[in-house]
């Protein structure tokens, strides 16, 4: 049963990056609010990102079912991840072309 102890690795892992996130977190207290702010709400996607997600569960999943190694379990979840949003982007209506004027550059009379 190797995929237990992979996945007890990733655990251990994904708890490491958690705790190394929340000490980022509180050290980014220190700078300017606008910049402390930023960085916070950054920081606490990444954390969400490795709590629970659909990533996560998906990793955990190769891992048992498909018998990857954790490395191989979080790319191929991530390419899978990365996928359904080209899919979802292409799925949006596009968007309008800036308009440009027609008038502009040397000679113009555009002020």
Known sequence: MRWRAEK???AAALARS?????KL??????????AAEELGI???AHLQMLTGSRVVRG???RIAEDRLNAEAAVQA?????AGDFRGARRQLPSRPAPRTSARS?????AA
Not at 77 to 81: C, D, H, L, Q, W
Request: net charge positive.
């Open 59 to 61: 990793v955990e999943r």
């Open 8 to 10: 007890a690795r990733f």
């Open 42 to 44: 950054l920081l606490e």
């Open 105 to 109: 550059g040397p000679g113009s009379s």
């Open 25 to 34: 977190k509180q050290k980014s207290a220190a700078l300017p609010a606008a």
């Open 77 to 81: 979840e991530i390419t899978r991840v």
């Open 18 to 22: 958690q705790k190394q996130i929340r």
